[in-house]
């Protein structure tokens, strides 16, 4: 079973739309957790952090529910500029981390 | 932006050449990591080293060895390319706290073995 899951889409979104990601995570070991944004062919870019009582950043917001092992991003108010992979990260074992394979956000004007 | 430099950027070789791909970051992490993606795919671990003279293979079986002997710098050594190696090889670094998350990476290295 793989460390994290999510669905890679893609998501095809117009602009101004609110669009939802989730993952889930299979060791109940992981400490922490991350959303990453990876735009095509660069490096991953660290988003935000999730905690357990949410959190929000602007237009993102994230939430994690470790009794369940799933964490959900939104994003409110979708940007052209949004367009990119999201990369779904949990942390364990002392700084190591797994990485999803990543949903693919398109926001179309 | 980070401090964290990867060369080459794109590297095209034959199969059995040996290959070494360098990492640098002057942020003194103490953390460095590489990871492996294939296009549309997630990044796999490959090796990682918690400090000066530590290394330990990821959880994705690699033929690649790794080094630390400076804390900046961790490279990445490839004995015999063959055309399986191809992908993006990507080196990180963070400061070590692990509510922090944050992850410097390098631009990549994208590898070509024919």
């Known amino acids: 079973r793989k460390e994290v899951e999510q669905d890679p889409g893609p998501f095809n979104v117009p602009e101004g739309a609110t669009v939802a990601f989730n993952c889930t995570y299979s060791?109940?070991?992981?400490?922490?957790f991350f959303w990453y944004r990876q735009d095509c062919r660069k490096e991953p870019k660290l988003l935000m952090s999730?905690?357990?009582s949410g959190n929000e950043d602007g237009r993102f917001t994230a939430q994690l529910n470790r009794a369940s092992q799933y964490i959900s991003l939104l994003i409110r108010d979708s940007k052209l500029s949004d367009s990119a992979t999201y990369l779904c990260?949990?942390?364990?074992?002392?700084?190591?981390?797994?990485f999803g394979s990543g949903t693919k956000l398109n926001v179309k004007p | 932006e980070a401090d964290i430099y990867q060369t080459p950027r794109y590297l095209v070789i034959g199969t059995g050449k040996k290959i070494t791909l360098e990492c640098s970051q002057t942020?003194?992490?103490?953390?460095m990591y590489w990871y492996q993606q294939d296009p549309g795919m997630e990044l796999h671990l490959i090796h990682y080293?918690?400090?000066?003279?530590?290394?330990e293979k990821g959880d994705l079986s690699s033929e690649s060895t790794v080094s630390r002997i400076r804390t900046e710098h961790f490279p990445l050594t490839l004995e015999s390319a063959r055309p399986s190696h191809t992908s993006q090889y990507l080196c990180?670094?963070?400061?070590?706290?692990?509510?922090?998350?944050?992850?410097?990476f390098g631009e990549g290295s994208r590898l070509t073995v024919l």
């Open positions: 990180a670094s963070s400061e070590g706290q692990a509510d922090t998350g944050e992850l410097f």
């Open positions: 060791n109940s070991a992981s400490q922490s």
């Open positions: 999730v905690y357990s």
């Open positions: 990260v949990v942390n364990r074992d002392f700084n190591k981390f797994y």
């Open positions: 942020m003194g992490h103490d953390k």
């Open positions: 080293s918690y400090g000066v003279n530590s290394t």
